[in-house]
């Protein structure tokens, strides 16, 4: 068998580039971040995930050319060897302070600071336990160990005590994974009753926060708002979010992250985060403190266009952040929806198996004016009066 056939079978997107609705890869030219140019053309995009709107913020922009000038373009090494900068250890420091942990550990990007925290935790004998709807960085974190892989079904806390009690049979150490706020949904996740779950099995519990933090809790993220950051054990977060950068994070107690600074091999094997990119996390972190009415923006504003979503009978998912699904029910007529509501200068992102079920994925920011919401929602009563989509059934027509 050749490695190459499964390429040359792979027609599918060749396919939908030659109908004209393939929904990837699209070479935008930002014009700023609530807007983005395609072709010559100025389109809303309401598919970021620049939630405070800090990409273009001078503030953030000063921060990330001084340190170009004073470090230079990369670190050429990792944290461990020349890699480490006095500025990836205040963007730590600040990091502990906003989310209320001893300890941080910054990797390269968020997608590392998943993969190499759970893939250094666990080892033959162990058992992670996942949300069926977690992020595939963590699920490949776990996938990578030597440690048993279980999955629950998506904020099932029934399921959950049902999967630790087959991990406590399997003996070893149980971690348990749950994203704060799930990419692809909005939701969050019922974290009271997975910290009670996580107590009463002996289970360690980490929360990927990488959609919470910098909008829930006053930007403290989404174990903060609920008032239970003393009974996770972990919260990883990205940078490529609320915080405009790159980049990610592991939060916990000292001597834990002490060790993961010394074992995970996404931070070890890897180059540091640019200075540039380090030094615009930092100024967005402290410009998302200092500013909290961003977060609260961001959520005024998918709460807006969710409403007038709603209105128009369309199949609009319950959200609790600034990201509103649509869904529509399959695979083809999603990427026909996409096409549709892109000719009417609005970009969203199309979501299929296997990250979620099939739905366009619409998300707000705090910069984002009422004209370009005005202007999301005009695209989806075309679309709605045009029949694509069918609020009845709750998917596409
Ligand atoms: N966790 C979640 C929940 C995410 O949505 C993402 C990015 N989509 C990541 C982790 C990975 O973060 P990054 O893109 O910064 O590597």
């Not at 598919?47 to 990409?55: F, M, V």
Request: aromatic share 6%; charged share 20%; proline share 4%.
């Amino acid at each position: 068998m050749d490695l190459f056939d499964k390429c040359r079978a792979f027609t599918s997107a060749r396919e939908a580039m030659t109908a004209g609705i393939y929904p990837y890869f699209a070479p935008f030219e930002n014009s700023d971040a609530t807007t983005a140019r395609l072709d010559g053309r100025e389109i809303v995009m309401a598919g970021s995930n620049n939630y405070l709107g800090l990409t273009k913020d001078p503030r953030v922009l000063d921060a990330a050319r001084a340190a170009l000038q004073e470090s230079g373009t990369s670190c050429t090494g990792s944290r461990l060897l020349n890699g480490n900068l006095r500025l990836h250890e205040e963007l730590e420091a600040e990091l502990a302070d906003l989310l209320g942990k001893p300890a941080a550990l910054v990797f390269s990007t968020g997608y590392g600071a998943n993969v190499g925290t759970i893939s250094a935790l666990m080892t033959r004998g162990d058992t992670v336990v996942l949300d069926r709807e977690a992020h595939a960085s963590a699920i490949d974190g776990a996938q990578m160990t030597l440690g048993r892989v279980r999955f629950f079904a998506h904020n099932d806390v029934d399921d959950l005590r049902r999967k630790l009690v087959l991990a406590g049979r399997d003996g070893g150490g149980v971690l348990v994974v749950v994203d704060g706020v799930y990419s692809m949904g909005g939701d969050v996740c019922p974290l009271p009753e997975i910290v009670a779950a996580c107590r009463q099995h002996g289970a360690t519990l980490l929360v990927d926060d990488a959609h919470g933090v910098g909008v829930l809790g006053q930007g403290r993220g989404t174990c903060a708002q609920l008032g239970l950051t003393d009974e996770v054990d972990l919260i990883t977060i990205t940078f490529s979010k609320s915080f405009a950068s790159i980049g990610g994070a592991v939060l916990g107690d000292a001597d834990v992250i002490h060790y993961l600074r010394h074992h995970a091999r996404a931070e070890i094997f890897s180059a540091s985060l640019s200075p540039a990119n380090t030094a615009a996390a930092l100024a967005a972190v402290r410009v998302a403190r200092a500013e909290p009415w961003r977060g609260r923006r961001a959520m005024e504003n998918a709460a807006y266009v969710a409403a007038a979503l709603a209105d128009l009978g369309l199949p609009v998912g319950t959200s609790d952040s600034p990201i509103i699904p649509v869904h529509t029910g399959e695979a083809l007529r999603t990427a026909f929806l996409w096409r549709r509501l892109m000719d009417l200068g609005v970009y969203t992102n199309a979501v299929l198996p296997p990250a979620a079920s099939p739905r366009l994925r619409a998300s707000f920011m705090a910069t984002h004016t009422r004209d370009h919401l005005d202007r999301v929602v005009a695209a989806f009563r075309t679309m709605a009066g045009e029949g694509l989509v069918d609020g009845r059934t709750g998917t596409a027509a």
